[in-house]
Every structure is written in structure tokens, then in C-alpha cells.
């Protein structure tokens, strides 16, 4: 199996990720994608859902965003797919790589605020509000599910129920192609003030369990660290500190 280029994949924040060379390089591109594309042509873009006006990524963000370009980026031709990605910006940087973007997102206002950009900017990207968490399996007609070459899904699935997370992350295994990575960030600690956050290590390890059932394996080194720090990253919950997780899976190729 591939290594990606960070020297722990599978962990919970620290600042010092930040500045491992391939993150540096990845956040300095990402910001200046932020001034250029958005900032400087003012257009808004969304992070947590809340679509405005922005000069600047937050360094959480930026962790989640800048590490995920550096595990599972996508070059000219690739498919993404990001699952809660409306209005955001990793779903536009990808699609300025030539890659063909797919995002959904239940949230059509922050869908059409993409397909708008996308339209102007002459992006590959399509949206679309599906519910893949939900009880019955419906993709939107047309996307290439089982050959997705990489799939992102940011700071989300702490938003759904256990068991809609469940359905959707054995759905996006299967929609994953042979060599395609996966990367995932969520609200992780005892205190995490999300809806359905990963609390312990025996939820996390459940998760992991239920994708590597779906055929996805850890990428290398394995092991999940948890850094330890637990921070007011959600300033609505001043009494809540956690942590932010990653975990960075891959679909082994197939041997014939
Ligand atoms: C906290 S925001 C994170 C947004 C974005 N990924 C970011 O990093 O800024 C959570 C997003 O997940 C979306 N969401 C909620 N349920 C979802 C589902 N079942 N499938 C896909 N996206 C979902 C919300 O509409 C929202 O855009």
C-alpha cells in the first residue's frame, strides 16, 4: 500500500501538523486559492455552512483541509467526491486541478452558491442534495459510484445520527474505487458538543471496523494517536473542549 506524505495520518489535532512540509505547502496553496478565487472577487464561501465573505481559513480548517489534500489529492481527469462540502472550498481547489467534482450536501442554498460559482468559472463540479445517511440508498443518476478515486467529507458525519453514519460510511466504501483514498475529519473526545460526535475509542474503533468490513484498509502507520489535546474549538460551547480526529482510508486495488 501507498504511505501519503504525512507522518501520522490517523490522529487527532495538534498545531504541529501544521507545519509538516507537505501541510505547509498544501495550506499556502489553499489560502492563496481562498484570496484569488473568493476573497479578492468578492465571492463568499462557506465553512461550517455559514456562507460570507472571508479573508482568512481558521487554523482548525486549514488542518482539516490542508491535511486532506496532502492524503488523498486528485489530479486532472480524478473523480472526487465531497460529502458535505456545499459552498466550500476544497471542492473548488479540486476542480482547479482539472479534477471532476461531485458534492453532496443536503443544504441546496449552499449547493447552488457551488453550482453558481461553478457555472461562472467553468468548474467540472455537480452537486446534489441526496442523502446517503438515509434508510434507503438513493446516489444521484449518473455519478460514477464504485470508481470515485478520492472522497472527503469534512467535519459531517458528527452531524448524523450513529446509525445514518453507519449507512453512509459502508455506503461510501463501496462507492470508492481499487487505489481510491478516503478522508474523514470529526468531532472526537468525551466532551465533543456535536449532535453524534465520536466520544471514546471504542466508537471510533467501531467505525473503522464497519469500512474495513466495506473493504477499505487504514492507511499506514495504522495506528489512530490520539494527540491528547483537548480545546474550545466550537466557541458556542465554551464548557466543551475536544479534539478534531482524521482517519485516512484506502480501497486496495484489485490482484488478478
Ligand atoms: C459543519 S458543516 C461542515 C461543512 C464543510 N465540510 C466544511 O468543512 O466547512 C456540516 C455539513 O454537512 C452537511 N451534511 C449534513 N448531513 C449530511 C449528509 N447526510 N450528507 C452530506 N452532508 C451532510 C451540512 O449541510 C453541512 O454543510
Known amino acids: 500500500m501507498a504511505r501519503v506524505d504525512l507522518r501520522t495520518p490517523n490522529k487527532t489535532h495538534d498545531w504541529r501538523d501544521l507545519e509538516e512540509p507537505a501541510v505547509v505547502q498544501a495550506r499556502r496553496s489553499l489560502t492563496r486559492f481562498l484570496l484569488c478565487g473568493f476573497t479578492f472577487r468578492a465571492t463568499p464561501v462557506a465553512i461550517n455552512g455559514v456562507l460570507r465573505f472571508r479573508w482568512r481559513i481558521r487554523p482548525l480548517k ?17 473523480k472526487l467526491l465531497d460529502v458535505g462540502g456545499g459552498g466550500t472550498l476544497p471542492p473548488c481547489f479540486a476542480a482547479t486541478q482539472g479534477a471532476e467534482v461531485f458534492v453532496l450536501d443536503p443544504d441546496t442554498q449552499l449547493n447552488q452558491a457551488t453550482d453558481r ?3 461562472a468559472r467553468g468548474w467540472a463540479i455537480t452537486t446534489s442534495a441526496a442523502d446517503l445517511a438515509a434508510e434507503q440508498e438513493a446516489w444521484p443518476v449518473g455519478w460514477p459510484v464504485g470508481a470515485f478515486d478520492a472522497i472527503h467529507s469534512y467535519c459531517v458525519v458528527e452531524h448524523i445520527p450513529y446509525a445514518g453514519q453507519e449507512r453512509l460510511l459502508k455506503r461510501l466504501a463501496h462507492a470508492l474505487g481499487p487505489g481510491g483514498r478516503m478522508v474523514l475529519t470529526f468531532e472526537y473526545g468525551e466532551q465533543a458538543p456535536g449532535e453524534a460526535p465520536w466520544r471514546d475509542r471504542e466508537r471510533l474503533d467501531r467505525m473503522v471496523e464497519l469500512m474495513m468490513e466495506a473493504g477499505l484498509q487504514l492507511v499506514e502507520p495504522t495506528d489512530f494517536e490520539d494527540a491528547g489535546h483537548r480545546e474550545v474549538l466550537d466557541r458556542r460551547y465554551p464548557e466543551a473542549p475536544f479534539a478534531f480526529g482524521m482517519l485516512v482510508l484506502e480501497k486496495p486495488l484489485r490482484v488478478s
Open 62 to 78: 486549514l488542518w482539516e483541509y490542508a491535511r486532506g489534500w496532502v492524503a488523498a489529492p486528485v489530479t486532472a481527469g480524478q
Open 117 to 119: 460559482l461553478a457555472h
